[in-house]
């Protein structure tokens, strides 16, 4: 359905193309080398027959080239522009990511937009374009002038963020509307996204220090303009239904549903204890990652990796990343959240404890390289964080009653990316107050215990949250039959967050 209800997008279907099942086995390649190559290439075809290339484009271009490729891109062009051209102490440069990070704090607002404001009555395409040309513009600007002061280069840079977070708000939009018309495909819908982000960013880490290495950090976010064109184009050829005769009046009202709709699930204390918990586990988790970047860097106390280097390791942790929702996926996914939380958080302030070696060079001790103790680090890391947001991810999606689920899902994401924020923030501030800057590493080890330390914190805090598993019902039964909120609003679904979420630094 529409976001008014009004004119269903005409499907493939109409013209009587073969269902999923038949698809398969009409295309199914044999076995060998050509199945291997051919199994995803008919797959492929299999979706774009169903739900329109043009869906299958967004997909790919959005999650794969943009957030997958292009967020590895920007992390790594990112760091190293702060460090030598900026100039930034490691304390600043961590509260600078946390601002550019505001845009995915309000997504709420933008899915709202995308769903209930069409615009030359169409309510994906034009949010597309903006989010494209915003992209754009932001990448040129920030690239073309090398001695950008700094407020102009975060104000670009918090525009870049933007364009990408609507990007991905109006794409999960459109995954939830083919999710319905198309339940049979929901699975292989996710499994496009996470396979596109998945492998973008592979891509994207393995030659990013590279890049960085020849055309320089600057040279590097001005290529982000280059996944921007491509969002616009996809506002271009997305195939959607058109909203004639759109009454801007009933906007208000239908932010005013959401927003009371919201506030009388939030105020049961089965959702909003959870919620205290998911915000306070990532907020004490302190991000001092910057210190960390600037100490492997270093050429004097640090073991100055360079730029190659270092975008090879953020690949390897891409694989504990991926590696980390497979276990999840086949081993953990039906435990109780409870004893889920208790051993991912554990274990997430454990291996904080491969930090405190590595800058205490207790490894050379054991004749283990810097760069082997580093690359297992960042893979150890990755795949208990991953382990760590996955049983919260589904926690979340089981708090939203029916009619809102969109609406309350993208606010659980933004108080979660609140918590992120706070995160950064508070580490930007513990490195300030025990001096870890540019040159100065004496008490980096200081703070890398601080916050171990306050990572197994939120264990005492488990009682927030439910025994239940996740195969069991976690609303009290007095939410679910809710009138305000059983009545859905328009449209049933406004905002999914991201199929494929990042956990770096969570």
């Known amino acids: 359905m529409l976001a008014n209800g009004e004119n269903e997008l005409p499907t493939h279907g109409e013209r009587e193309l073969p269902t999923h099942g038949e698809i398969v086995q009409e295309n199914e390649p044999n076995g060998g080398i050509c199945g291997f190559v051919g199994t995803p290439v008919y797959w492929f075809r299999m979706l774009a027959m169903e739900m329109h290339w043009s869906f299958v484009f967004g997909v790919v271009v959005v999650y794969g080239i943009s957030q997958g490729l292009g967020g590895a891109l920007y992390r ?117 996204c996470a396979l596109s982000s998945s492998i973008g960013a592979l891509m994207g880490f ?35 239904p058109y909203t ?12 005013f549903d959401a927003a009371k709709a919201v506030w009388t699930t939030l105020r049961c204390p089965g959702v909003w204890r959870p919620c205290l918990y998911m915000f306070l586990s990532l907020a004490l988790s302190l991000n001092i990652y910057q210190g960390m970047f600037y100490w492997l860097t270093d050429s004097e106390e640090g073991p100055s990796f360079s730029k190659e280097t270092i975008g090879f390791i953020y690949s390897i942790g891409s694989y504990g990343s991926l590696l980390g929702a497979i276990l999840y996926q086949y081993g953990l996914k039906d435990h109780p959240f409870r004893d889920l939380c208790f051993w991912t958080q554990l274990l997430f302030g454990l291996s904080g404890m491969l930090d405190l070696i590595l800058v205490l060079r207790l490894n050379s001790r054991f004749g283990i390289p810097d760069y082997l103790f580093v690359v297992i680090d960042s893979s150890v890391s990755q795949m208990i964080g991953r382990l760590k947001w996955m049983p919260l991810l589904v926690l979340s999606s089981k708090l939203c009653p029916p009619g809102i689920e969109g ?100």
């Not at 404001?117 to 090398?146: M, Q």
């Not at 004639?244 to 932010?255: L, N």
């Not at 080890?445 to 976690?474: E, G, H, K, Q, Y």
């Open 76 to 192: 790594v062009g990112m760091e190293y522009y702060m460090k030598d051209v900026q100039k930034v102490q490691p304390s600043e440069a961590q509260v600078y990511s946390g601002i550019i990070y505001i845009p995915w704090i309000v997504k709420p607002i933008w899915g709202i937009l995308t769903d209930v404001v069409p615009i030359f009555g169409y309510h994906r395409s034009p949010y597309f374009i903006f989010a494209g040309a915003l992209g754009v513009l932001s990448s040129l600007f920030l690239s073309l002038y090398k001695k950008l002061h700094l407020f102009y280069a975060l104000l670009c840079l918090t525009a870049a963020s933007a364009g990408v977070a609507i990007a991905d708000v109006t794409i999960d939009a459109c995954v939830a509307q083919n999710s319905g018309r198309h339940p049979l495909l929901a699975a292989d819908m996710q499994s496009l």
């Open 206 to 240: 393995s030659f990013s220090g590279i890049l960085v290495h020849l055309i320089g950090p600057v040279g590097v976010l001005g290529l982000l303009a280059i996944p921007a064109v491509l969002v616009l184009s996809v506002g271009i050829v997305l195939k959607e």
């Open 244 to 255: 004639p005769d759109f009454s801007y009046g009933q906007v208000s009202q239908k932010f």
């Open 407 to 506: 609406t309350l899902f993208a606010l659980l994401m933004s108080i979660d990316n609140a918590g992120l924020l706070s995160s950064s923030w508070g580490g930007g501030f513990l490195l300030h107050i025990l001096n870890v800057t540019r040159t100065e590493f004496d008490k980096l080890w200081l703070a890398i215990l601080i916050r171990n330390i306050l990572r197994v914190s939120p264990l005492c805090l488990l009682f927030l949250i439910p025994r239940s598993d996740p195969n069991s019902t976690v609303l009290p039964t007095e939410i679910l039959s809710t009138e305000e909120v059983a009545e859905p609003l328009e449209p049933k679904n406004i905002e999914l967050a991201p199929l494929v979420d990042n956990v770096d630094g969570r």
